[in-house]
């Protein structure tokens, strides 16, 4: 009789301890390591000024899309990959749209109000608001947004508060004040995307 030779039950033990180790070993790296962080480093063009003041963001670089809205009559850019909720009748906005971040976005989100106040009242209203939540009204200017004359506040966090800036641009047409809302960055490419139909 032959005796039966143990090298294949060793070799099928030793790569079963090695597959074993590998597991644990990812398992304990997983558990114990930082996660890769979701932080987005915007990608910052090098380049002449924008039009006014503003200086190039990462967002001439990034792909936008067009949002339309038939009922209003009219479409803007936006980033792409933001979740849009849209809410009628609520905080004295006939409609109020926002376009949310999510974890494919890689640009900020962004709001806009359609109301029936006057550009004055919808200004103050918003001058209230952004200083009740701790913010700082750095700047106050006319701008022109589709062939009309508006008005852009930026605000800022109070010194030694937390937050993020905030431009709104606010104006007028056929009886409706619309108030669009994003990051400094953001603006001006906002601005220029936006278009009545």
Not at 109 to 115: I, L, N, R
Not at 118 to 136: D, I, M, P, R, Y
Not at 146 to 153: A, D, P, Y
Request: charged share 25%; proline share 4%; no cysteine.
């Amino acid at each position: 009789m032959r005796k039966r030779s143990s090298k294949p039950t060793q070799s099928w033990s030793l790569g079963l301890l090695v597959m074993l180790l590998s597991l644990l070993l990812l398992t304990i790296y997983l558990l114990f390591f930082p996660k890769l962080s979701n932080d987005k480093t915007p990608i910052v063009n090098q380049g002449e000024q924008l039009q006014g003041n503003l200086k190039p963001s990462g967002t001439e670089n990034l792909q936008w899309e067009e949002y339309f809205n038939e009922e209003l009559g009219f479409k803007m850019s936006i980033p792409q990959f933001l979740y849009k909720s849209e809410f009628s009748d609520q905080g004295g906005y006939k409609t109020f749209i926002r376009f949310e971040q999510t974890n494919f976005s890689l640009e900020k989100g962004m709001a806009v109000g359609v109301s029936e106040k006057t550009v004055e009242e919808e200004t103050e209203t918003l001058k209230e608001n952004f200083s009740g939540e701790g913010a700082v009204l750095q700047k106050e200017e006319k701008i022109e947004i589709s062939g009309v004359e508006g008005i852009k506040l930026t605000f800022v966090p109070k010194e030694g508060q937390e937050g993020e800036s905030r431009s709104i641009v606010i104006f007028n047409r056929n009886d409706l004040t619309y108030s669009i809302s994003t990051t400094p960055e953001q603006i001006e490419r906002v601005v220029k995307g936006f278009k009545f139909l």
